[in-house]
């Protein structure tokens, strides 16, 4: 994924983007994951408690991710989007159009926002344990 941090995406009705340091290790395992597929991504995300469904959502930058996972945490909700793979020259490293980006709505803390992400990366790694 590229790093570059989009911090003016905004996703309507939710509190965002941010981006916990978490975020790396989700991004690794996701690009070693090979989960450029959205049933296997889907699949993953089912396997995380609080799992509410996959969208392909459009941030106020004009951007449509290639997908989000939506989960349901503490007091509120947790959407993880995940970028598309089209930066063909690899500018920084790696194939995405910009960093995976989490949004908040509710009453979620930064510690539920990295469990969350934890979560993931641990079900991932099951994924390619398989």
């Known amino acids: 994924m590229s790093l570059k941090k989009h911090r003016g995406a905004k996703l309507e009705r939710y509190k965002g ?4 340091s ?10 070693d994951t090979n989960t ?8 993953i995300g089912k396997k995380v ?3 509410i469904e996959m ?3 459009k941030t106020s930058d004009g951007y ?3 997908w989000a996972l939506h989960f349901r945490r503490d007091r509120g909700k947790v959407v993880i989007l995940f970028p598309w ?8 490293g790696d194939g995405g159009d910009r960093s995976i980006a989490v949004y908040t709505k509710g009453l979620v803390s ?3 926002v990295k469990s969350l992400i934890q979560d993931l990366v641990d079900a991932m790694q099951e994924l390619r344990k398989q």
């Open 110 to 112: 930064p510690k539920t």
């Open 22 to 31: 978490i975020l790396k290790q989700l991004r690794q395992t996701y690009k």
């Open 85 to 92: 793979a089209q930066d063909w020259d690899k500018a920084d």
């Open 49 to 51: 408690g609080g799992y």
């Open 55 to 57: 969208t392909r959502p």
């Open 17 to 20: 983007p941010i981006f916990p």
């Open 36 to 43: 450029n597929n959205g049933s296997k991504l889907e699949d």
């Open 64 to 66: 449509w991710w290639f």
